[in-house]
């Protein structure tokens, strides 16, 4: 009971700015399509600070395939881009679905990039590239989770 306690207080002393936000994007029921984007704009809580960006995938048991293909590109203040590959495995080689959850959802997180300044990355875009999917569905949602570095 005492452990909860410190716990607690602890969390409650920390600044906001110190913990990690997300932002989340839901794909088209009807189907993502390879030509459109989802945009997310990461929250930070101190623009003089740097951050690590994560990519966070979550998919339905209803996702048809084992693996996922995306192009993010973190676009900054200046227009610049920065584009990063991301190759998900959603599936071992039996089609048990990897990754944590249970029941019909399951989530993946990949790293995007280190040490960025907001400045650098004031918007995420992401862009499927599943081969000979033009509409690809079972996903239930794409999100940035921006880590403050200390």
């Not at 003089?48 to 900054?76: E, K, Q, S, W």
């Not at 920065?82 to 029941?103: H, I, K, M, P, Q």
Request: hydrophobic content about 45%; glycine content about 8%.
């Amino acid at each position: 009971m005492m452990l909860l306690v410190v716990a607690i207080t602890i969390a409650a002393c920390t600044r906001p700015e110190a913990l990690p936000t997300a932002v989340t994007a839901t794909p088209p029921a009807a189907g993502w399509h390879a030509g459109t984007a989802l945009r997310l704009k990461p929250h930070y809580g101190d623009s003089t600070r740097h951050y690590d960006l994560r990519l966070d995938v979550r998919h339905t048991t209803a996702y048809r395939y084992r693996d996922l293909h995306l192009l993010v590109d973190l676009i900054g203040d200046s227009g610049k881009v920065t584009r990063r590959v991301v190759n998900l495995e959603l599936a071992d080689g039996y089609g048990n679905w990897t990754g944590s959850g249970f029941g019909t959802l399951y989530q993946h997180s990949a790293i995007l990039a280190a040490n960025v300044a907001p400045s650098q990355a004031r918007t995420v875009a992401v862009w499927q590239t599943m081969d000979s999917v033009p509409n690809l569905t079972g996903l239930d949602a794409i999100g940035v989770t921006a880590f403050p570095i200390f």
